[in-house]
């Protein structure tokens, strides 16, 4: 999922790691080897 706007949060599906965003590049979370998942746009 390609990071959009400034507040998405994700959820590494792996570790639990939760990112969130506070300057969006346009680019894709990756954590343990795979994309992460958006959880609140």
Request: one cysteine or more; a negative charge.
């Amino acid at each position: 999922m390609t990071v959009k706007k400034v507040g998405e949060k994700y959820k590494c599906n792996i570790c639990g790691n939760e990112v969130v965003v506070t300057k969006a590049g346009g680019g894709e979370l990756v954590c343990c080897g795979e994309p992460m998942e958006i959880i609140e746009a």
